[in-house]
C-alpha cells in the first residue's frame, strides 16, 4: 500500500488532527460551566502550546480568552474542533467547523445512537453526512484524543502524562482510555497517541489501527474494541498491522450478558466469542482479558528487547514464593530451570548462611540482602546461557521494622531502593538480559501509608532506568509471555515467508 | 465420631497448645539475637497474657525475664514450648519440655529434612520418636501458631491483629502463613487459629483439619497445602470436613516444576494435578489458585450470608464498567439480569439525568452522586426479587479534583464514604441482601498518596459495618461465586442424602 504523506491514510490529514496549531472549542461558556470549559481548562493545564478559539453565540471571555460567537467570527482558519454543544446542535457546529478548514473534529456530546432512538439515529446520519464532505470525525460520545506530544487531552484529563512513549491506544470507551492512561503514567506506560472514538461515526477502529501501523511515534498498538463496524477490513487492517508492530486488543462484551451491553454502550455490533478469538490469533495479536492486562503487557512490550523468554531466574525469599513462581511460570509456558553446577556454586559463594538456595528459584534466605549481593547474584544467574531473563522479588515492606528498631527514621530512609537499582541497571547492561521488579505489599494497613510511598518512589526509580515493577508474579510473567509468544509466532510466521 | 473433650482429637490436649498459659521459650539469648529472642518480644509486643519461661544454658535475663539454664529449672510444668536452638539440639530440647508436661511444641528450627541430607532426615526421625513418646510437634522448620484470643504469634508477627474471627488457617509454609494473617488484618479476615507446621513431622494436614471441623472458634478452614502424607486419610477428612463448613484450598506445586519446588521446600509429595482437582471437587471444598484469591474467598465466607448467589445488580458509573461487569458475572458464572420495569422506573426518578441509565448495570452517570441518592438506588434494586446481592462500584479517586477545586481542604474531608458506609450499612439491614463495595484506584501516583490514604479509611469504614470491600470487580465475584457454588453444592448433597 503506497504511503506519500507519512501523516495521511487515504487522504485524512491526521497531522492536522493530533498536532493541531489552531484549536475551536464550540461549547464555552462565559459561566465557566459545562464540558467545553473543562476541555479548556484541561488543555491550559497540561500545556497546550497551540491556539485555543472558544465559541458560544453569547460571546465573553473565559480564562482570559475571547469567546467567539460563532465559528465564522474566528479570525483565521482552524486545524482541529472540539465539540461539547448539545446534540441537536451538533450537525451544524460540525458543518462550520469543515467550512472553517479543519480537518477533523472529536464530538463529546452524547444523545445520539446510543440512546436508541430514532432521533438519537438521525442525529448521527447527520454527523455522517457532514462528515462524508470532508471533515473527520471522532466520536460522537467519546473523550477524544490525548496526544502528549502536542498538550491535546482527554476530557476529563488535566494530570496525564506530558512525556511521549511507544504505545497508541484506539479504545471505544472514553472511560477506559482515560483509565489506561492515569495507570500508564505510574505504572510507565507512555503513550504516542491515545483515542476515544465513542459511537464511532466516521473514524474508527480499521482507518486508526492502519493510521498507527503507519505512523512512525507508535510502536506498540493497543486497542479496547466492543465491536467492529467491517469485519472483514479489520481483520485485513489487524494482520497487516500485528505482521508490523505488536498489537494488543482488549475484547469488551464476549460474554452473551456483555454483548448486550454493548449495544446500549456505545451500539456496536459484538460478534461471537469464538470468532474473536480466533481472529484475533490467525492475525497474531495479543489477546488480553481485562484493562490491567492490558498495561501489564503494554508495559512488557515498552520495556523489554523483542525477543522470545523462556527460561527465567527468579531471585526472591521464602520457600512456598519458589513454589509459586514454578506454577506460575508454567502456567504461561516458561520454565524456571536449575542453573548450572558452576553457576549455582558462584552465587553459593555470595550468598548469606543459613538458609539461602542457588537452586532456581534462589532463596536469598532474608529481605535485607544488600543491592551488592543481589547485583553478584543477578550477574552470575545471567550467567547461565539458558536463562533469557531475570525476575528479582523484594519484599521491601519488612524495612518497616529496621526503621522502627531505628527509631525516628522513615522506612524511606533505611530502603536501599536507590543503590538496587542502580545495581539492577548496571546487571541488564552488563548482561544484556532484563530484570523484572517484582514488589508485592503485603501491609496494605491505613498506618503503614509511609511502606506505599517507599514502593511509589521505587516504582519510579526503577522505571527511570527503564526497568518494569509489577506487584505480583503473576502479572509479570503474563505480560512477559505476551511479548515472549507474539515475537515467537512472528518469526515463525516470516520464516513461513 | 464420639469428641468427648471439644478441644481434644484423640487424645491431644489442643486447648494447651493453642492457649498456654505457661510457656517455656528454649533459645532465648540474653544478648538479645536470634529467632527465640525475636518471638519472645513478639509475644510481648502482641500481648501474651500467660507466663513466659526463656531457657538458654548459659542463663541470664532478657526483656526483663529471667533465662532458666534448663527446662527442669523451671519451676512449675509447661503447657507448650517454642523451640528455636540449632537442629542437633532440638530433639533433647523436645524430650525436656515433654517431661516438663507440655501438650505440644513447635519448632521454628530448620535443618531437617528439608536438606535432603541423611542427617537431616536422622533428626526428624528423632523427632517424631520423641513426639510418639506424648508431645505434639508443629515444624520444624516453621513458623509456629498465631492464635489472637490467647496472644501467641508467628515468629516474624509482631503486629497481627488482636481480634479473633471464624477463619482456621494450616499452612505448609510460614511465609504463606504470616502473609494472609498480614493482608487479612487489612482486607478484614479475622482468624480463629493460624498454624504454620513445616514439614509437618507430627501434627499435620489431617489432623489439624479434623480439629478445626469441631472447633466451635472456626467457621471457616482454610489452608495451604503442598502435598499429604496420607492420602486417603486427606480425602475422608476433607469431605466430613467441607460437609460442615467451608473448606479453601489451596495446592501449591501443581505444575511439574512446582511439585520439584515442593521437595526442597517442605519434602512433601506433591501428587498431580488431576488427582488434586478431582479430590477438592469430590470434597466439595473450594480451590483456589493462590494467595489473593485464598484471602478474597475467606473474607466472602466471613461476611456473606450462608447463601447461593445467582442475580447481581451492580451500581455504578461508565458504559464500560458495565460492559466489563457483565463478562465478569458470566465467566464466574452469574448475571446481572435486566431489572423489572417498575424497579427500573423508581431508580430512574432518583438518578441524575442526562447520562444515567436504570438498566443493570446502573450507570449512576457521575462519580459524585451523594449518599442518599444511592442508598434510594440500592433500595430499589434490591426490590427486585431475583437480585441476591449488590455490588456498589465507587470511584472515589475523583474527588482529588473536588480537593483540589475547593483549594485547601483534603480529598478525605471531601470525600462521602463514611455518610456511603452508613447509608450502605441501612440498606443491608433492610433489604437482607448484602452488598460489597468495590473501590478501584487508578490514580497511584506518588503525588496521589492521600487517596490511598482516604481508600484506607473507607475500607475500615465499610468493615467495622461488616460491608466486604474489594479492589475490583473481578476479585469481587470470583469471591462470590465460590460461596455460592460451596453452598448451591452443599444443599444439593445434602438433598441426596
Given at each position: 500500500m503506497a504511503c506519500e504523506n507519512k501523516y495521511a491514510v487515504d487522504g485524512t490529514d491526521f497531522e492536522g488532527i493530533f498536532n493541531p496549531q489552531r484549536l475551536a472549542i464550540i461549547g464555552v461558556s462565559s459561566r465557566g460551566v459545562g464540558f467545553g470549559n473543562g476541555i479548556l481548562l484541561s488543555l491550559l493545564a497540561i500545556g497546550y502550546k497551540g491556539k485555543i478559539y472558544p465559541v458560544n453565540p453569547k460571546g465573553g471571555e473565559f480564562a482570559g480568552l475571547k469567546i467567539y460567537e460563532?465559528?465564522?467570527?474566528?479570525p483565521e482558519e482552524i486545524d482541529f474542533a472540539i465539540i461539547a454543544v448539545p446534540a441537536h446542535l451538533v450537525p451544524q457546529a460540525l458543518e462550520e467547523c469543515r467550512k472553517k478548514g479543519a480537518a477533523g473534529a472529536e464530538i463529546l456530546?452524547?444523545?445520539?445512537?446510543?440512546?436508541?432512538?430514532p432521533e438519537g439515529a438521525a442525529l448521527e446520519e447527520e454527523i455522517k453526512r457532514v462528515a462524508s464532505n470532508g471533515i473527520r470525525v471522532l466520536g460522537p460520545n467519546c473523550f477524544g484524543i490525548y496526544c502528549p506530544k502536542s498538550g491535546l487531552t482527554l476530557l476529563p484529563g488535566p494530570d496525564l502524562s506530558r512525556e511521549s512513549g511507544p504505545v497508541a491506544f484506539l479504545s471505544q470507551s472514553g472511560g477506559l482510555a482515560i483509565d489506561f492512561a492515569h495507570i500508564g503514567k505510574w505504572m510507565g506506560v507512555r503513550f504516542s497517541k491515545v483515542v476515544s472514538f465513542g459511537?464511532?461515526?466516521?473514524?474508527?477502529e480499521n482507518e486508526l489501527i492502519e493510521y498507527f501501523r503507519r505512523d512512525?511515534?507508535?510502536q506498540i498498538i493497543s486497542m479496547y474494541i466492543e465491536g467492529v463496524e467491517d469485519g472483514r477490513e479489520f481483520f485485513r487492517v489487524l494482520k497487516n498491522a500485528a505482521s508490523e508492530k505488536p498489537v494488543i486488543v482488549y475484547k469488551g462484551g464476549l460474554s452473551d450478558a456483555g454483548h448486550r451491553a454493548v449495544a446500549s454502550h456505545t451500539a456496536s455490533l459484538g460478534g461471537n466469542r469464538i470468532i474473536w478469538e480466533s481472529v484475533i490469533r490467525q492475525c497474531n495479536a495479543v489477546q488480553v482479558r481485562d484493562l490491567w492486562e492490558l498495561v501489564h503487557t503494554s508495559l512488557a512490550f515498552s520495556l523489554l528487547p523483542r525477543r522470545v523468554y523462556k527460561n527465567v531466574s527468579v531471585i526472591g525469599g521464602g520457600g512456598a514464593l519458589g513454589v509459586d513462581a514454578c506454577d506460575v511460570a508454567e502456567s504461561f509456558g516458561m520454565a524456571i530451570p536449575a542453573l548450572e553446577k558452576d553457576v549455582r556454586e558462584s552465587i553459593e559463594a555470595v550468598l548469606p548462611k543459613p538458609?539461602?538456595?542457588?537452586?532456581?528459584?534462589?532463596?536469598?534466605?532474608?529481605?535485607?540482602?544488600?543491592p551488592n549481593i543481589l547485583k553478584e547474584v543477578l550477574l552470575n544467574a545471567a550467567g547461565d546461557k539458558r536463562i533469557d531473563l531475570q525476575m528479582l522479588i523484594q519484599l521491601f515492606y519488612h524495612y518497616k521494622s529496621i526503621s522502627r528498631s531505628l527509631g525516628a527514621k522513615s522506612v524511606e530512609d533505611v530502603t536501599p531502593y536507590r543503590g538496587l537499582a542502580n545495581a539492577v541497571e548496571k546487571v541488564v547492561k552488563t548482561t544484556n538480559k532484563p530484570v523484572i521488579l517484582v514488589c508485592p505489599n503485603?501491609?496494605?494497613?491505613?498506618?503503614?501509608?509511609d511502606i506505599e510511598r517507599m514502593m511509589r518512589k521505587t516504582r519510579r526509580t526503577f522505571l527511570d532506568r527503564g526497568i518494569p515493577v509489577f506487584s505480583n508474579l503473576k502479572d509479570a510473567f503474563r505480560a512477559v509471555s505476551h511479548v515472549s509468544n507474539y515475537y515467537e509466532r512472528k518469526v515463525m510466521r516470516e520464516d513461513r515467508g
Amino acid at each position: 500500500m503506497a504511503c506519500e504523506n507519512k501523516y495521511a491514510v487515504d487522504g485524512t490529514d491526521f497531522e492536522g488532527i493530533f498536532n493541531p496549531q489552531r484549536l475551536a472549542i464550540i461549547g464555552v461558556s462565559s459561566r465557566g460551566v459545562g464540558f467545553g470549559n473543562g476541555i479548556l481548562l484541561s488543555l491550559l493545564a497540561i500545556g497546550y502550546k497551540g491556539k485555543i478559539y472558544p465559541v458560544n453565540p453569547k460571546g465573553g471571555e473565559f480564562a482570559g480568552l475571547k469567546i467567539y460567537e460563532t465559528v465564522d467570527d474566528i479570525p483565521e482558519e482552524i486545524d482541529f474542533a472540539i465539540i461539547a454543544v448539545p446534540a441537536h446542535l451538533v450537525p451544524q457546529a460540525l458543518e462550520e467547523c469543515r467550512k472553517k478548514g479543519a480537518a477533523g473534529a472529536e464530538i463529546l456530546s452524547a444523545g445520539f445512537k446510543e440512546l436508541g432512538t430514532p432521533e438519537g439515529a438521525a442525529l448521527e446520519e447527520e454527523i455522517k453526512r457532514v462528515a462524508s464532505n470532508g471533515i473527520r470525525v471522532l466520536g460522537p460520545n467519546c473523550f477524544g484524543i490525548y496526544c502528549p506530544k502536542s498538550g491535546l487531552t482527554l476530557l476529563p484529563g488535566p494530570d496525564l502524562s506530558r512525556e511521549s512513549g511507544p504505545v497508541a491506544f484506539l479504545s471505544q470507551s472514553g472511560g477506559l482510555a482515560i483509565d489506561f492512561a492515569h495507570i500508564g503514567k505510574w505504572m510507565g506506560v507512555r503513550f504516542s497517541k491515545v483515542v476515544s472514538f465513542g459511537n464511532g461515526a466516521d473514524l474508527r477502529e480499521n482507518e486508526l489501527i492502519e493510521y498507527f501501523r503507519r505512523d512512525s511515534e507508535t510502536q506498540i498498538i493497543s486497542m479496547y474494541i466492543e465491536g467492529v463496524e467491517d469485519g472483514r477490513e479489520f481483520f485485513r487492517v489487524l494482520k497487516n498491522a500485528a505482521s508490523e508492530k505488536p498489537v494488543i486488543v482488549y475484547k469488551g462484551g464476549l460474554s452473551d450478558a456483555g454483548h448486550r451491553a454493548v449495544a446500549s454502550h456505545t451500539a456496536s455490533l459484538g460478534g461471537n466469542r469464538i470468532i474473536w478469538e480466533s481472529v484475533i490469533r490467525q492475525c497474531n495479536a495479543v489477546q488480553v482479558r481485562d484493562l490491567w492486562e492490558l498495561v501489564h503487557t503494554s508495559l512488557a512490550f515498552s520495556l523489554l528487547p523483542r525477543r522470545v523468554y523462556k527460561n527465567v531466574s527468579v531471585i526472591g525469599g521464602g520457600g512456598a514464593l519458589g513454589v509459586d513462581a514454578c506454577d506460575v511460570a508454567e502456567s504461561f509456558g516458561m520454565a524456571i530451570p536449575a542453573l548450572e553446577k558452576d553457576v549455582r556454586e558462584s552465587i553459593e559463594a555470595v550468598l548469606p548462611k543459613p538458609g539461602s538456595s542457588a537452586a532456581n528459584p534462589v532463596d536469598v534466605a532474608n529481605p535485607y540482602v544488600p543491592p551488592n549481593i543481589l547485583k553478584e547474584v543477578l550477574l552470575n544467574a545471567a550467567g547461565d546461557k539458558r536463562i533469557d531473563l531475570q525476575m528479582l522479588i523484594q519484599l521491601f515492606y519488612h524495612y518497616k521494622s529496621i526503621s522502627r528498631s531505628l527509631g525516628a527514621k522513615s522506612v524511606e530512609d533505611v530502603t536501599p531502593y536507590r543503590g538496587l537499582a542502580n545495581a539492577v541497571e548496571k546487571v541488564v547492561k552488563t548482561t544484556n538480559k532484563p530484570v523484572i521488579l517484582v514488589c508485592p505489599n503485603i501491609k496494605q494497613e491505613l498506618e503503614y501509608i509511609d511502606i506505599e510511598r517507599m514502593m511509589r518512589k521505587t516504582r519510579r526509580t526503577f522505571l527511570d532506568r527503564g526497568i518494569p515493577v509489577f506487584s505480583n508474579l503473576k502479572d509479570a510473567f503474563r505480560a512477559v509471555s505476551h511479548v515472549s509468544n507474539y515475537y515467537e509466532r512472528k518469526v515463525m510466521r516470516e520464516d513461513r515467508g
